[in-house]
């Protein structure tokens, strides 16, 4: 069965998911060299209590503040709600490779229809719900030419 590794960022937003067979401190290598490629190395790091990350943490940025604590990657497991509950509706991914892409397409494309509506008033929400819409508009056309 895949492991879904995901990074979030402090507002809740998934930055990346990449799915992998092992947990081991190589794939975890393997995660945070590619995150800290495209988004920079963070300020702090956050994760469960999985050992592989430290000893990855370890040998990439040994400076890194990393806090590892139950309850603290509350964030990052919000975030797989959605993307559980859409592969439940699916009837399960049937490779790894499905998974991924699949799940990096998903994310970024739900958080788009999904903004953070405890945060905004309802006339902000309308606004923001429809522009994400006119957005997805332009996209598909642009798609269809």
């Known amino acids: 069965m895949p492991i879904h590794r995901r990074a979030v960022d402090a507002n809740g937003d998934v930055l990346d998911i990449l799915v992998q067979s092992r947990r081991n401190k190589a794939a975890a290598l393997r995660f945070l060299r590619k995150l800290m490629k495209r988004w920079g ?41 959605h993307t559980r509950r859409r592969e439940k509706i699916m009837g399960r991914f049937k490779s790894p490779r499905q998974a991924q892409k699949f799940l990096s397409v998903h994310d970024q494309a739900a958080s788009l229809f999904r903004p953070k509506r405890h945060r905004l008033s309802a006339k902000s929400y309308h606004h923001t719900r429809s522009d994400a819409f006119t957005l997805w508009a332009g996209y598909a056309a642009e798609l269809t030419v």
């Open 41 to 81: 190395q963070p300020r702090v790091l956050v994760t469960d209590k999985l050992r592989s990350y430290g000893a990855a943490k370890a040998e990439i940025a040994p400076g890194l503040e990393h806090r590892q604590h139950k309850g603290l990657n509350n964030r990052s497991e919000a975030s797989h709600r």
